[in-house]
């Protein structure tokens, strides 16, 4: 049997239950402990699990239930990196935050999510994706004291992603994805090492690689700055014919409700491209009639075998109910449009 067309997947995070964390909260502190936690992190991956599995999406996640920060909740497993001390910087030039800082040589005692993906392979039969942060949005996420260039703790943090990525996918996840929010800020730096820190992180993968680019969170310092970005989003215009070029599988961008001129999903031609189809930026449940409509809109650019319907980015700001529906939402559209190409 082959895989029907239009496999559909999500970008990365999801609520969380209300008894984890406080719900509708970026970085939500933990509301349990110890091994109480460990235990509520598990039952949240199979709440969030039946949620996808009961919505249509093909291709599942943990909806990153174990992390409190998509780039945090790495960089506190790392040796070299001090989070007592931290210090105030500009993140992607657009908001202040405190930041750990690199203070030594940053290396992995040990894997980080090795137990994640077992756990979550263990429980569902669907093809499963991890996320992890990429190496230039790690680096642009703390403060280096130590090599005081960010291209060689680029490269420092690829090699350490790049082992654990091997593992994850020696324990059966089908899609490593890497999150690049800061490719579409720092494209020079793209150009120069970015993408080579990307391809270092994910060599020797025989699983589907992916990287996320997105404008962010629907947080306020991403909405002030995409509204000085005009009236066509053309960031990923520089980006893509690099990532084309690159031994990356897949690309998942914006696309729903966004100014990014779809033609832009041309550049990256021969890629899986995961497209944006459900705006996350805004409590509205879309239909599934606007989802179908983004992805007609993308099928004139790219494949229905090489296109994988998608949200814009995660969704852990937003309430779980309105989660729940835009997953169904997703599946129902990517469904209509299954059904007009004839499988
Ligand atoms: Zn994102």
């Excluded at 991956?45 to 945090?72: N, P, Y």
């Excluded at 500009?90 to 756990?119: E, G, K, L």
């Excluded at 090492?193 to 025989?206: D, F, M, P, T």
Aim: aromatic share 8%; net charge negative.
């Amino acid at each position: 049997m082959t895989t029907p067309v239009l496999q559909t997947t999500i970008a990365g995070s999801l609520p969380k239950p209300a008894w984890l964390a406080t719900p509708q909260k970026l970085w939500a502190p933990w509301l349990l402990e110890g091994e109480v936690l460990a235990e509520g992190k598990r039952d949240a991956v199979r709440l969030v699990l039946r949620d996808q599995e009961t919505a249509g999406i093909d291709i599942v996640s943990d909806g990153e239930q174990t992390r409190r920060h998509f780039v945090t909740g790495y960089l506190e497993h790392l040796a070299g990196v001090d989070f007592k001390n931290t210090k105030k910087v500009r993140i992607r030039n657009r908001y202040d935050a405190d930041v750990p800082q690199v203070v030594a040589a940053v290396t992995r005692p040990q894997p980080v999510h090795s137990d994640d993906v077992r756990f979550l392979r263990a429980e569902t039969d669907r093809p499963i994706k991890f996320t992890l942060p990429g190496p230039m949005t790690m680096v642009d996420t703390l403060f280096d004291a130590h090599y005081r260039s960010r291209e060689k703790l680029a490269m420092a943090f690829a090699e350490i992603l790049n082992r654990e990525a091997r593992e994850l996918e020696a324990l059966g996840a089908n899609v490593i994805q890497f999150d690049e929010p800061a490719f579409n800020v720092y494209f020079d730096e793209v150009r120069d090492w970015g993408v080579a820190a990307l391809e270092k992180a994910a060599e020797g993968l025989s699983c589907k690689s992916a990287v996320h680019i997105c404008y962010g969170y629907g947080i306020k310092a991403n909405i002030d700055w995409k509204h000085t970005l005009g009236a066509e989003w053309r960031q990923y215009e520089q980006t893509f014919p690099l990532l084309a070029a690159s031994r990356i599988d897949q690309v998942s961008l914006e696309c729903a409700n966004s100014h990014v001129p779809l033609e832009l999903i041309a550049l990256l031609k021969g890629k899986d491209v995961l497209v944006g189809a459900i705006d996350v930026a805004t409590d509205r449940i879309e239909s599934p009639e606007d989802v179908a409509g983004v992805i007609r809109a993308a099928l004139k650019y790219v494949a229905p075998d090489h296109l994988y319907p998608c949200t814009n980015c995660g969704m852990v700001p937003l309430a779980r109910e309105v989660s729940s529906g835009k997953l169904r939402a997703l599946a129902a559209g990517a469904t209509i449009v299954r059904g007009e190409l004839g499988g």
